[in-house]
């Protein structure tokens, strides 16, 4: 397999070493929290089915066109983010600085979370949370996340497993652990999956998770589909700019773009059939929100045959995926830093790391100390994610797409998307009118239903 070419002539700027290592760091960015913890309970929330069926038709529509869009922008440029959307326009080097600052509130809140999966999977692995009576579950999980110390170290341990591993660079680091972890993921999905689906009454999950009804297809539903691609893929928040930055100019753009979706699509829909079939099995219902992963299911296993060991497995696939996608957040304004400010990486990395983790221990203390601290109603983790979901990825993906569809030369996006004409792209102006008109217009309608203008 061949080794990608650095773009720049300096030979300055690391490289991924292999075309399978940037598929693996590219689709573990997306393949993140929003797969396993955030997608199953907002499809519970939304009707099963209903919300799959519309969720599948917007990534097909929107989400792949909107990966390429940042793979296009981020090859094109071969440097960070920012200055790769100041070579198309000037006037679209916001979009870089809004993915700039919104890495730092990603990061803070991601690894807050992030810091409670490695605190059940070390529950799991003792055994402790087994012990848990299943009536004390949330007391547990709420008890833990309110202590003002202890979720704060797991954080900092979060964090650190991060910056160690962009401490390493491109091929170093983020090509090597995912080659690592990646794998990982998947067999450790695989086996939860096979437990799952042989429970009895796991049948009666599957039927709701993958049978739409219709009627439950709503102006929210949609809105909240759309959120879940931008969350799920990583756009909008020019982390895939500041990948794809390091691509060579012969590698196939909607091919790797293709693959990282298919991959995506793929760990989000199999989370379906982890989880439903469990909860179905044990009578649970699936709407439980963002205590489904942290009360309902430990409920679960703790009543199931090896359920230690199966709870063990699931926590440490959640832990493999928040890091997956924080390494690549991490990465961007890292870049920044390094290309623009000439810091050295390991200054970069504990500057970005440093000051997300001080953002974090806001986060953490505001589910506890801190949690009378509200505005217009939001919590701090609270404010951190509407802002991260409803309002930094819609306008990222919106200020994208407007870079390729009104402020580049048409003939020059398609010849980088198609290097050229050298790889064959019979959807090209398709692709490019879908940027042009069809997702500018949705995202501002769904950003204005999330602010609730509409």
């Known amino acids: 397999m061949e080794d990608f070419k650095i773009v720049n002539e300096d030979n300055q700027r690391d490289q991924f070493k292999s075309r399978l290592g940037f598929v693996l760091a590219t689709a573990g960015s997306a393949i993140g929290l929003g797969n396993i913890w955030r997608f199953p309970y907002i499809v519970g929330e939304n009707g099963g089915g209903a919300f799959l069926f519309v969720y599948m038709g917007i990534l097909l529509l929107m989400g792949v066109s909107l990966l390429l869009v940042e793979f296009v922008i981020g090859r094109n440029g071969g440097t960070n983010a920012i200055d790769s959307y100041a070579k ?9 600085w809004l993915g700039f600052v919104s890495a730092f509130i990603f990061l803070s809140y991601y690894s807050v979370v992030g810091g409670w999966t490695l605190y059940f999977t070390l529950s799991s692995f003792t055994g402790s949370i087994m012990k848990v009576a299943p009536a004390d579950m ?11 110390i202890a979720p704060l170290v797991f954080h900092f341990v979060f964090m650190i497993l991060a910056v160690g591993i962009i401490l390493g660079g491109v091929s170093g680091g983020i090509e090597k652990y995912s080659k690592i972890l990646m794998p990982g993921l998947f067999v450790m999905m695989i086996l939860l999956v096979i437990r799952a689906v042989t429970l009895d009454g796991a049948w009666e999950g599957i039927k709701w998770y993958l049978t739409p009804d219709f009627s439950k297809i709503t102006t929210k539903t949609i809105a909240s589909a759309m959120g879940q691609v931008f969350f799920t893929l990583s756009v909008g928040m020019s982390g895939m700019v500041t990948y794809s930055s390091y691509l060579s100019k012969k590698e196939n753009l909607p091919a790797i773009a293709t693959q990282v979706a298919i991959a995506d699509t793929l760990i989000a829909v199999v989370a379906g059939f982890m989880i439903f079939p469990v909860l179905f099995a044990s009578g649970v219902e699936p709407g439980q929100g963002v205590g489904l992963v942290f009360i309902t299911l430990p409920i679960v296993f703790s009543q199931m045959p090896f359920g230690g060991l199966f709870s ?8 493999v995926a928040a890091l997956t996608s924080a390494i690549s957040i991490l990465e961007m304004p890292v870049t920044y830093l390094i290309e623009k400010k000439n810091m050295k990486r390991k200054q970069a990395t504990f500057f970005v790391g440093g000051i997300s983790y001080v953002l974090g221990v806001a986060v953490s203390l505001g589910f506890g100390v801190w949690s009378s601290f509200k505005v217009f109603g939001l919590d701090i983790f609270g404010m951190f ?7 930094s990825l819609p306008l990222g993906a919106l200020g994208a797409a407007v870079t390729i569809g009104w402020m580049w030369n048409k003939k020059d996006a398609l010849n980088e998307l198609t290097n050229n004409g050298e790889h064959s792209a019979g959807l090209a102006n398709i692709w490019f009118n879908i940027v042009k008109y069809l997702i500018p217009i949705a995202i501002i309608i769904v950003f204005l239903l999330n602010i609730g203008i509409l």
């Open 88 to 96: 198309i326009s000037k006037n679209a080097k916001w979009v870089g």
């Open 138 to 148: 949330g007391g547990f999980f709420g008890g833990f996340i309110s202590s003002p």
């Open 312 to 319: 063990f497995l699931f926590f440490a696939l959640l832990v």
């Open 385 to 391: 994610d509407y802002f991260g979901s409803n309002i």
